[in-house]
């Protein structure tokens, strides 16, 4: 949160997003099995055969690099926005529900309610790019409405592969250590290729 050289085209990235990927989230509970709380989420990449570690936040006063229930109060704080996490029972709630059992949804999709400037352009408009939480990537305002975006790309797609769940280790490949390298400056291809675990 907040590195503005981890995600993005091409080799000034740690994370290049014009390559293929594979995405590592680990629940991690208060005691380590099943049955447990839970108390963290995790994040890594693994592109190229390297794992490159989720960044640490390098918001004032929000420090990590995963989610916890810490980190999302200090992050509500530090963006002065209402705590509804905390408010719905935080991670421990989560995991509860995720216990219920729940389905799996990975998508292609637009957003003409707020042009999905929330994921990576500065929002809310009616605050500074300056104000803490509002800058959340390199998009321009202008470019996220439906309109825009189907019209500018109408063949986009994404293609998601080699999904797997098990136990925290189970499902990674070999792997080594570094990071990532690209190809060539910024462009208009934003079509990702990504393998979720």
């Known amino acids: 949160m907040g590195d503005e050289d981890y995600y993005g085209r091409h080799q000034n990235f740690k994370v290049d997003s014009t ?3 594979t995405v590592i989230t680990q629940f991690i509970t208060s005691d380590g099995t099943d049955a447990g709380d839970l108390v963290d989420i995790r994040r890594y990449y693994v592109q190229d055969g390297v794992v490159i570690q989720n960044g640490n936040s390098s918001i004032a006063g929000v420090n990590g690099n995963s989610i916890t229930d810490e980190f999302c ?3 509500k704080t530090a963006f002065g926005d209402i705590n509804d996490f905390k408010k719905q029972g ?3 709630a989560m995991g509860e529900a995720l216990a219920r059992g729940m389905v799996l949804v990975m998508s292609l999709w637009d957003d003409s309610l707020s042009d999905m400037l929330w994921l990576d352009s500065d929002y809310s ?3 500074t790019s300056g104000t803490p ?3 959340r990537g390199p998009c321009k305002t202008t470019t996220g409405s ?3 975006v189907r019209a500018k790309y109408p063949h986009a797609s994404a293609q998601y592969s080699n999904i797997k769940f ?3 280790g189970s499902t990674q490949l070999q792997t080594r250590s570094g990071s990532g390298s690209g190809d060539d400056e910024f462009g208009d291809d934003r079509r990702l290729t990504a393998s979720v675990l």
């Open 73 to 75: 109060n200090k992050m």
């Open 90 to 92: 935080g991670l421990k």
């Open 146 to 148: 439906p309109k825009y």
């Open 166 to 168: 098990g136990t925290i």
């Open 133 to 135: 939480g509002v800058a």
């Open 19 to 21: 390559k293929k990927l």
């Open 125 to 127: 408009l009616n605050k």
